[in-house]
Nanobody
Framework: VKLVESGGGLVQPGGSLRLSCEAS????????MSWYRQAPGKERELVAA????????NYADSVKGRFTISRDNGKNMVYLEMNSLKPEDTAVYYC?????????????WGQGTQVTVSS
């Protein structure tokens, strides 16, 4: 099982980034996918989530209207489009895959990608 994030980097306030997460080793279309982030000295927090078919999405209040999560089940990819970035968005962003199949809970994490918002 692998979740590989990419697309992080340094961006100025007000700028945009698009994070990608490539999944392999499991049946991607059966998993809810999420993006989490963790800033230095803070707990990991949920940023955005989408259901397995992509029909429903959920966002942290702090990113509503600025971030958009999407997925492509044909490519085993999930994305996080981030606009109007703020310094407080600086964190390591993690891709997460979660599902319950035959009463067993699956929960996978990527290695994270750093996003730094600074002038």
């Amino acid at each position: 099982v692998k979740l590989v994030e990419s697309g992080g980097g340094l961006v100025q306030p007000g700028g945009s980034l698009r994070l990608s997460c490539e999944a392999s080793g499991f049946t991607f279309s059966r998993f809810d996918m999420s993006w989490y982030r963790q800033a230095p000295g803070k707990e990991r927090e949920l940023v955005a989530a989408t259901t397995s078919a992509g029909g429903r999405t959920n966002y942290a209040d702090s990113v509503k209207g600025r971030f958009t999560i999407s997925r492509d089940n044909g490519k085993n990819m999930v994305y996080l489009e981030m606009n109007s970035l703020k310094p407080e968005d600086t964190a390591v962003y993690y891709c997460n895959a979660r599902s319950t199949i035959l009463f067993y809970n699956y929960n996978y994490w990527g290695q994270g990608t750093q996003v730094t918002v600074s002038s």
